[in-house]
């Protein structure tokens, strides 16, 4: 069975070049699942009932997010409903939304998990104690974990300490997409971050002019995304339902 993984979609631009060109990857990848990162899908960071909306009616099965998840406060209504919208488990009790996904596929159940990193981002509960518990609570060997963290270092031993336990750990934030994708312990696909679907001539997502005003003067910007230029960026990967052992893991850059 074949599972897509797309990296962070950044505002409108990325959503729209997602919506365009979903439908053709999923065909020709024969993906038959596709989680998307969209954490900021809204143009001005964060996530809507829109910008989901239209994630989900252009083919994505599951959204996960990261940092951005409660920026936007319109979209608290709905992580509390959808069960297919996720934001990091290891946010503190009481927010929120969940973490965790069971998506029932008929010939099998595939588990999602959203996890944040710690080490240069909020203080949030440990994610390595929080994805223990999880899996001491998840019935099927096909899990896949969306890891939104900033540091390679975090995101490299989060694999490690995965690898035999998970299917996948994909890592997401720094919208940079790594070239280390492999297959850890004959079973874990990994890759350090999926990339970003979003303008590629751009900062990270945001126009170049503002993001060179800030680095060079330390002046207060806003900042606005780029319109140029999108790509999408993500992972095609191949597993065996039977087992959840990942058997095939590939970069994707679509320009
Ligand atoms: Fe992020």
Redesign the pocket.
């Known amino acids: 069975m074949n599972l897509l993984f797309l990296g ?1 979609v950044v505002g409108e631009i990325g959503s729209e070049f997602v919506g365009e060109k979903l439908g053709g990857l999923k065909k020709f990848y024969n993906a038959e699942i596709v989680i998307v990162n969209g ?2 899908s809204a143009n001005g960071n964060g996530i809507t009932p829109h910008s989901a909306k239209y994630l989900f009616s252009h083919g994505a099965d599951i959204i996960t997010t ?3 998840c409660y920026r936007r406060r319109e979209i608290y209504e709905t992580m509390d409903r959808e069960e297919r919208l996720l934001r990091p488990a290891n946010f503190p009790e009481g927010n929120p939304g969940h973490g965790v996904c069971l998506y029932d596929m008929g010939k099998c159940t595939v588990a999602v998990i959203n996890l944040m990193g710690t080490v240069y981002m909020e203080a949030l509960d440990n994610p390595f104690s929080t994805v223990d518990k999880i899996l001491g609570e998840i019935d099927t060997p096909n899990i896949f974990v969306d890891f ?1 963290a900033e540091a390679t270092g975090e995101k490299k031993a989060m694999g490690f300490y995965l690898a035999g336990k998970v299917t996948a750990v994909f890592g ?2 720094t ?1 940079v997409q790594t070239a280390d994708e492999t297959i850890l312990s004959g079973h874990t696909g990994y890759i350090t971050d999926a990339g970003m679907c979003g303008p590629e001539l751009s900062v990270l997502g945001v126009k170049t002019e503002i993001a060179i005003e800030k680095q060079r003067y330390h002046a207060p910007v806003r900042f606005t995304e780029s319109d140029n230029s999108p790509f999408i960026n993500g992972v095609i990967v191949e597993f065996d339902q039977k087992n959840g052992k990942c058997v095939a893991i590939e970069r994707l850059v679509i320009r």
Do not use: A, I, L, Y
């Open positions: 962070d954490e900021n990261g940092n951005h939104h997401t934030h919208h």
